[in-house]
């Protein structure tokens, strides 16, 4: 698993299986198509799958998570892509912004 997380104004990578943060505002599940699903839980990751959950106010939309997924070698550059266009519209990350990406890797 390639697991990224923002959270306190800064990125922290980690290995665990579970983040700790707050509790989602929105959960999406993006498929090996790039197809973002909204979902009320966290799911368990296939293979090429990618998570996205959201506690805070965070202005991308579903096709832009979409095309980011489907751009970045993992998931540093997808959530890195996201947080620069949430800063081009609102010009600020809010204290209480928690944004945790998950792409499912081969496990080697």
Not at 64 to 78: G, H, I, P, S, T
Not at 80 to 105: K, M, T
Request: glycine share 6%; proline share 4%; net charge negative.
């Amino acid at each position: 698993m390639s697991i990224c997380c923002f959270r306190n104004g800064s990125f922290c990578k980690s290995f665990e299986e579970t983040t700790a943060g707050p509790t989602p505002a929105a959960i999406f599940r993006l498929s090996t198509d790039g197809k973002a699903e909204r979902l009320q839980e966290r799911p368990q990751l296939e293979m090429e799958e990618g998570l996205l959950l959201v506690a805070g106010e965070f202005y991308v939309d579903p096709l832009e998570m979409e095309v980011e997924f489907l751009k970045a070698a993992d998931a540093r550059q997808w959530l890195e892509a996201l947080l620069l266009r949430h800063v081009e519209r609102v010009r600020s990350v809010g204290e209480d912004l928690f944004v945790l990406a998950q792409i499912g890797e081969v496990e080697a």
